[in-house]
């Protein structure tokens, strides 16, 4: 048990009621000093209204916030002098400045008219980042580092602000295991040194590897508050979730994994792009799902969107369905047949202005336009409602803007969007990241029985979550720093033998 | 799916006050109307309310064509030079003498090519918007004046070339019914076509735009030219209607368009755009100027009233749910 029992953070009565929504009721509850503290819920439980109440991004309808037995009010900039520090899902940062000018944002090292000594702040920002543990180029602006490294810059910044309580939401959404793992070990070892971190993660092994107590949200209430000890993987989900809903996931496909015939959909050979990924061969199967495991950096999303024609290649070429792909453009391989569904839903996926409806249509209007390009409304209605419906879209009604889908249902609604362009063969990028539990499933649902239900479909998906590659992948290609390292097909699939190839 | 699924899309129960404040700029209009009645007989009267219309005919044209330009997340700042370099090409054809219906089409074509001209800067060269369209907006500026020495072109004008703007059919006058044809086709275009949702999804994410299969740059093109295209319809409009090509006509005309645009309810960051909003939102302008120009107000306090309702606009908008 980290900490003395001293209460550090109590929430009373805490209530956010929004237009149509009340995303928290009657939330009470304490946090003490030193503890790791997990706070779990399905998407929509309030979880991230809680923690944005916290740290002064939101303000509460009603209820307090009493920390060491003050109450907290003010701005967010009041609340990191008190202490707070809140690390938000691969945001905050300014992505124009670099890695040391993010860490130190608003403590610089400078004189009394403001000039700031580079030369000692890099310092500090190296001595930070190395007492982390990881080793990111800190000169560079934030935008060129890959997700997970901007992650760990976040991370860094608020261990820096000296917070005595750091808030985290999904903090691993983007960290491969040995980020995580190293990760988890600085948080043990803060928290020792009396730092308070409440942390919000859809990772439920992840939970019961670090927190000493966690809270359950529901729809806006607290369910419960429980010791870690005491619960089960099975027991956290059913109160997350309510366990009739569980059954529903010992449905048909949850234990078969696809088969694939012998018939080659695709053929990649010796695709190679300077820096990135080198002499990369393979071939897709009718019926498969081929997974792409591998650390970060590893090259599987430059491979797979350069598959996709986002992307250029240096050499090699691709043959799909017998015929060798000339013209790489996402547009031209939508013609063709293959669909690409991204990594960043919030950048590079969803159009935020849109509504749910626009969103799945969107990727395929020709087929309810006519050919002067005027769209049948009546037509569009009737898929995107026959989509929502089929995936089971949490939402309002078509016309519902999607940013107030939660994340697993904006993903849905980019999934059904695949889908809908009548493709067969579909290029995942990491399709459950920042989802929650109930929604992974559903996704993994929908993925098997796309390859399975008609002929000549396939999937090829980057995953960077072990579990999620072992239960839906029929065959594992890893790769690590470019290349191939090995192709896993049967019992070969499993978590230690993969992570064995990846590093 | 043969048979009907039926999803409820809930709406919020609104009070009379936010639904006012939703609608701001329709609001608006009617009170300006109503309080210039008010004010002035002279305001409501058949003559005056042509008058409105005709005036508006130009800036709302103009502010149609900056309708999809800003919904696409740009900006044309050239439109009020290429209204001048379009009356000047339309007048400098009819000395020639042209005749005036392939005069309109040499002038539009050049109009949709000056717009596609700052698109390829944007698309190929990568330049932000505001300084291609900067850029354009200082050439066909400079051209026009080059034409004629800075003065303007008016001996040797075919009799044909001002029918355009100065006459009507029964009571309305021709460029008013270019409006009204201009306006259904483009709200058509916006509403009901491909082209209008993906105006509005490169508007919202370029990239995730492109990723969905949305060929980005070619219809940033298209919409950078038909942005061309409307200034030199305005521009053959005006410069028929005053009867000469005039190198100095058009300043300032694409902040009303803008102004248009932004209090119809379109916005800078893309992604939402409305063309009976902008049509809306070019009325008040217009009657805001016509009204106050009855009134007896000074065109230089006009100017200063009109930044502070756009500011007022703006402002209204962070109530708006």
Same mark, same amino acid.
């Given at each position: 048990m980290n900490g003395n029992d001293k209460v550090i953070l109590e929430f009373k009565e805490l209530t956010k009621q929004y237009p149509g929504t009340t995303a928290l009721q009657n939330v009470s509850f304490s946090i003490n000093r030193g503890e790791v503290f997990g706070l779990m819920g399905e998407n929509g439980a309030g979880k991230s209204t809680l923690l944005n109440i916290l740290s002064g991004a939101v303000s509460e309808t009603s209820g307090e916030i009493f920390i060491e037995g003050q109450k907290l009010t003010g701005t967010p900039f009041n609340r990191r002098k008190e202490g707070i520090s809140m690390v938000y899902q691969g945001l905050g940062l300014a992505l124009h400045l670099t890695g040391e000018e993010n860490i130190l944002l608003g403590n610089e090292i400078s004189n009394y008219i403001g000039v700031i000594n580079r030369k000692k702040q890099l310092e500090k920002?190296?001595?930070?980042?190395?007492? @982390?543990? @990881?080793?990111?180029?800190? /000169?560079?602006?934030?935008?060129?580092?890959?997700?997970?490294?901007?992650?760990?810059?976040?991370?860094?910044?608020?261990?820096?602000?000296?917070?005595?309580?750091?808030?985290?939401?999904?903090?691993?959404?983007s960290l491969s295991k040995g980020e995580v793992g190293k990760l988890f070990k600085i948080i043990n070892d803060l928290s020792k040194k009396g730092i308070t971190f409440i942390f919000v993660s859809h990772h439920l092994e992840e939970v019961f590897q670090i927190s000493n107590r966690l809270a359950v949200l529901k729809d806006g209430q607290l369910q419960g508050?429980?010791?870690?000890?005491?619960?089960?993987?099975?027991?956290? !989900?059913?109160?997350?979730?309510?366990?009739?809903?569980?059954?529903?996931?010992?449905?048909?496909?949850? =234990?078969?994994?696809? !088969?694939?015939? =012998?018939?080659?959909?695709?053929?990649?050979? $010796?695709? !190679? /792009?300077? &820096?990135?990924?080198?002499?990369?061969?393979?071939?897709?199967?009718? +019926?498969?799902?081929?997974?792409?495991?591998?650390?970060? +950096?590893?090259?599987?999303?430059?491979?797979?969107?350069?598959?996709? &024609?986002?992307?250029?290649?240096?050499?090699?070429?691709?043959?799909? $369905?017998?015929? /060798? @792909?000339?013209?790489?453009?996402?547009?031209?391989?939508? /013609?063709?047949?293959?669909?690409?569904?991204?990594?960043?839903?919030? =950048?590079?996926?969803?159009?935020?202005?849109?509504? @749910?409806?626009?969103?799945?249509?969107?990727?395929?209007?020709?087929?309810?336009?006519?050919?002067?390009?005027?769209?049948?409304?009546?037509? =569009?209605?009737?898929?995107?409602?026959?989509?929502?419906?089929e995936f089971s879209i949490k939402t309002t009604g078509t016309n519902q803007p999607i940013p107030a889908l939660s994340g697993g249902n904006q993903q849905k609604t980019l999934f059904a969007r695949l889908v809908n362009t009548d493709c067969d063969f579909l290029l995942l990028n990491e399709p459950s990241r920042g989802v929650d539990v109930l929604v992974k499933e559903e996704m993994h649902e929908l993925m098997k029985k796309f390859v399975m239900e008609k002929p000549n479909r396939a999937i090829i998906m980057v995953s960077s979550e072990l579990p999620e590659v072992v239960s839906t992948s029929s065959r594992v290609v890893v790769m690590r720093k470019g290349v191939i390292a090995a192709t896993l097909t049967g019992d070969d699939i499993e978590e230690s033998k993969i992570i064995k190839k990846m590093i | 799916m043969t048979e009907k699924i039926k999803i409820q899309n809930t709406k919020s129960k609104k009070s009379i006050g936010q639904i006012i404040i939703n609608n701001a700029a329709l609001t608006a209009l009617v009170l300006l109307v109503i309080m210039f009645t008010f004010i002035?007989?002279?305001?409501?009267?058949?003559?005056?309310?042509?008058?409105?219309?005709?005036?508006?005919?130009?800036?709302?044209?103009?502010?149609? *064509?900056?309708?999809?330009?800003?919904?696409?997340?740009?900006?044309?700042? %050239?439109?009020?030079? #290429?209204?001048?370099?379009?009356?000047?090409?339309?007048?400098?054809?009819?000395?020639? *003498?042209?005749?005036?219906?392939?005069?309109?089409?040499?002038?539009?074509? #050049?109009?949709?090519?000056?717009?596609?001209? %700052?698109?390829?800067?944007?698309?190929?060269?990568?330049?932000?918007?505001?300084?291609?369209?900067?850029?354009?907006?200082?050439?066909?500026?400079g051209i026009a004046l080059l034409m004629r020495g800075g003065t303007t072109i008016c001996q040797g004008i075919q009799t044909s070339f001002l029918w355009l703007g100065q006459s009507k059919v029964g009571v309305i006058p021709i460029p008013v019914i270019i409006l009204i044809i201009i306006f259904v086709i483009m709200d058509f275009v916006m509403t009901r076509t491909t082209f209008g949702t993906y105006n509005r999804a490169i508007g919202s994410n370029p990239e995730a735009s492109r990723l969905a299969g949305i %060929?980005?740059? %070619?219809?940033?093109?298209?919409?950078?030219?038909?942005?061309?295209?409307?200034?030199?319809?305005?521009?053959?409009?005006?410069?028929?209607?005053?009867?000469?090509?005039?190198?100095?006509?058009?300043?300032?005309?694409?902040?009303?368009?803008?102004?248009?645009?932004?209090?119809?309810?379109?916005?800078?960051?893309g992604g939402v755009g409305t063309i009976k909003g902008t049509f809306i939102g070019a009325l008040v302008v217009t009657i805001l100027t016509n009204g106050l120009t009855i009134m007896g107000v000074s065109s230089y306090w006009q100017q200063i009233l009109l930044g502070f309702v756009l500011i007022g606009a703006l402002a209204l908008k962070k109530f708006q749910k």
């Open positions: 920002a190296r001595k930070l980042m190395q007492s @982390v543990g @990881v080793d990111i180029d800190l /000169k560079v602006p934030v935008l060129n580092l890959s997700a997970d490294e901007r992650q760990l810059v976040a991370i860094i910044r608020a261990i820096s602000l000296n917070a005595k309580i750091i808030a985290l939401d999904e903090p691993t959404s508050i429980r010791k870690t000890e005491e619960m089960t993987p099975h027991s956290l !989900t059913e109160m997350m979730v309510g366990s009739k809903i569980i059954e529903k996931y010992d449905a048909k496909f949850a =234990n078969e994994k696809s !088969t694939h015939s =012998n018939k080659v959909l695709m053929e990649v050979k $010796n695709l !190679t /792009k300077k &820096g990135e990924f080198y002499d990369i061969s393979f071939k897709v199967y009718e +019926g498969e799902i081929l997974c792409f495991a591998g650390l970060m +950096g590893s090259g599987r999303t430059t491979l797979i969107k350069a598959i996709f &024609g986002a992307d250029t290649f240096d050499e090699g070429e691709i043959i799909f $369905n017998g015929k /060798k @792909v000339k013209n790489f453009s996402p547009r031209n391989a939508i /013609k063709q047949g293959i669909a690409y569904l991204p990594e960043d839903r919030l =950048n590079e996926g969803i159009l935020k202005t849109m509504s @749910v409806g626009e969103n799945i249509t969107i990727e395929n209007l020709e087929k309810i336009s006519t050919r002067s390009g005027v769209i049948k409304r009546g037509d =569009n209605k009737s898929i995107q409602e026959a989509f929502i419906k | 002035s007989k002279r305001f409501f009267t058949a003559n005056n309310v042509i008058n409105i219309f005709t005036q508006v005919s130009i800036t709302a044209i103009i502010a149609f *064509g900056m309708t999809f330009v800003i919904t696409a997340a740009q900006i044309d700042l %050239s439109v009020g030079s #290429v209204l001048a370099l379009a009356g000047m090409i339309f007048m400098a054809l009819s000395v020639a *003498g042209v005749p005036v219906f392939l005069a309109i089409i040499i002038t539009l074509a #050049v109009g949709g090519f000056l717009g596609a001209f %700052s698109g390829y800067l944007i698309t190929y060269f990568k330049l932000p918007s505001f300084i291609a369209t900067l850029a354009l907006m200082t050439i066909a500026r %060929s980005v740059n %070619s219809m940033l093109l298209k919409i950078m030219a038909i942005s061309g295209l409307c200034a030199a319809v305005a521009g053959i409009i005006t410069a028929s209607r005053l009867g000469v090509g005039s190198p100095i006509t058009g300043m300032m005309k694409e902040l009303d368009a803008i102004t248009a645009v932004i209090l119809g309810g379109t916005a800078m960051t």
